[in-house]
């Protein structure tokens, strides 16, 4: 207890006085000066006044990005293949074959590391159910890669003509039966996400599904209807930012200076990408893969598709970057706010160099780890190291990940140019600081 309390407790007209508390403002009066002041800035978590936005580069915002909205829309309309130009699909089995799930129960080493092994399995579905098979399994797979408890998809070749009974059908391993577990696995994730992100995690989770909904039902049916991939994924890649951007961090002048800044790395990923696609010899028909599309689809320009993965597969690092090079130079603006405009755009590209260097790890790391069979098959040849650089598909990947880097380190600067520009200072243009118009509206009250 003070004693300034005890004094007024006691009755004690000499006893020292607090200050009284300011009054609170009324509800209504409270939402009033949110509302007024909210166009002029934005509310960080820090708790810091942010850094006003003006009425024009509000507008110029708009403009800008309700044009591109409406470009990608008039592209996915123009693009968007029709149901006659729709692929048809083929059949994945032969005639008598089919895939039945089982069981492995026990395992037996082939004689050699080059045999075939035979193992046993129950299966789990009709016309095999509860049946104890032979299944044959490669190699490469049994060397390591099957156990006794495992979820296997089975190959059943029907008997041929003029025979029957168990001895006159084929049991081959086809695959392993990877349903329940994946799904666990995402489930966790969807958890962790849910738990750790919140809300904002389940938006991005969204997001990604809207974007991959866009590859499967624009972007693939309009390559294989003939349109010329590089523009396909060029409208497919502005149409996902939307969804990708906004869902998982809302819409507001950082998150649509993030969609300004990836709409300028994925201009200059897709010239770059088509200035050196030819120069480098990216033909688009290494792997097999590759080779299985075009012997199926013949009119597709594999040099192309390529150059479209190219600018899809950077989507992700390039949004990354845009977001944090924006969010970065408001959070800086409001520390800073009697910074000018270039010690705003100099301090975050500070950050912006430490992405930079993080990320093309990142894209790096990746392809060595997917390629890491490749990479050690490779090094057993024979060869230069340029040699094997610059040949098939590690050639190809390289380029995928420079073109990628490339488009990535120019939309840093060009995202934090644009941020820092519309960042502005708290009493710049307004006449009077932020304090004093705050201060007057508590006056009013």
Not at 256 to 275: E, K, P, R, S
Not at 314 to 338: C, F, H, K, Y
Request: aromatic share 6%; glycine share 8%; with cysteine.
């Amino acid at each position: 207890m003070t004693r300034g309390k005890r004094a007024r407790r006691d009755g004690d007209p000499a006893a020292p006085t607090r200050e009284p508390l300011p009054r609170r403002e009324p509800a209504s009066a409270a939402a009033h000066s949110h509302g007024h002041s909210h166009s002029h800035a934005h509310s960080h978590a820090s708790g810091g006044v942010a850094a006003p936005v003006g009425r024009r580069a509000r507008t110029v915002l708009a403009a800008l990005t309700g044009a591109l909205l409406l470009a990608t829309a008039i592209g996915v309309a123009m693009l968007w293949p029709g149901p006659d130009a729709r692929v048809d699909s083929a059949e994945f089995l032969a005639p008598g074959v089919e895939i039945v799930p089982a069981t492995v129960t026990s395992t037996s080493p082939a004689a050699s590391a080059d045999e075939i092994a035979v193992i046993e399995a129950v299966g789990r579905a009709a016309p095999l159910e509860d049946r104890t098979l032979s299944v044959e399994v490669p190699p490469e797979v049994a060397s390591g890669g099957i156990h006794e408890g495992d979820r296997i998809r089975v190959l059943r070749v029907g008997a041929p003509s003029g025979e029957s009974g168990e001895a006159a059908q084929a049991l081959y391993y086809f695959d392993h039966d990877r349903t329940l577990p994946l799904g666990l696995l995402l489930l966790a994730y969807l958890l962790l996400v849910a738990l750790v992100a919140r809300g904002s995690g389940l938006r991005a989770m969204a997001g990604l599904a809207a974007g991959v909904a866009i590859v499967l039902w624009f972007m693939l049916p309009a390559i294989f209807a003939g349109e010329n991939a590089v523009r396909v994924a060029l409208v497919a890649a502005s149409a996902m930012i939307f969804p990708c951007v906004y869902f998982a961090h809302g819409i507001s002048v950082r998150t649509t200076t993030a969609v300004l800044g990836t709409f300028g790395g994925i201009a200059v990923t897709v010239l770059i990408a088509l200035a050196a696609g030819r120069p480098t010899g990216m033909t688009g028909a290494d792997g097999e893969a590759a080779q299985i599309l075009y012997s199926t689809h013949p009119h597709l320009s594999l040099s192309t598709v390529f150059l479209a993965g190219v600018i899809i597969s950077g989507l992700g690092a390039l949004n990354d970057v845009t977001i944090t090079q924006a969010s970065s130079a408001w959070e800086l603006r409001a520390a800073m706010p009697q910074a000018s405009r270039l010690e705003v755009f100099t301090a975050t590209m500070r950050i912006g160099r430490d992405h930079i260097a993080s990320t093309v790890y990142t894209l790096a790391y990746a392809y060595i780890g997917s390629a890491l069979p490749l990479l050690m098959y490779a090094s057993t040849i024979n060869r230069s190291l340029m040699d094997t650089l610059t040949s098939g598909e590690i050639a190809a990947e390289i380029f995928r990940t420079l073109i990628a880097s490339i488009g990535l380190v120019l939309a840093i600067p060009l995202t934090t140019a644009i941020a820092a520009a519309l960042a502005t200072r708290p009493d710049e243009g307004q006449g009077r600081s932020l304090r004093q118009q705050l201060e007057e509206r508590r006056s009013r009250f």
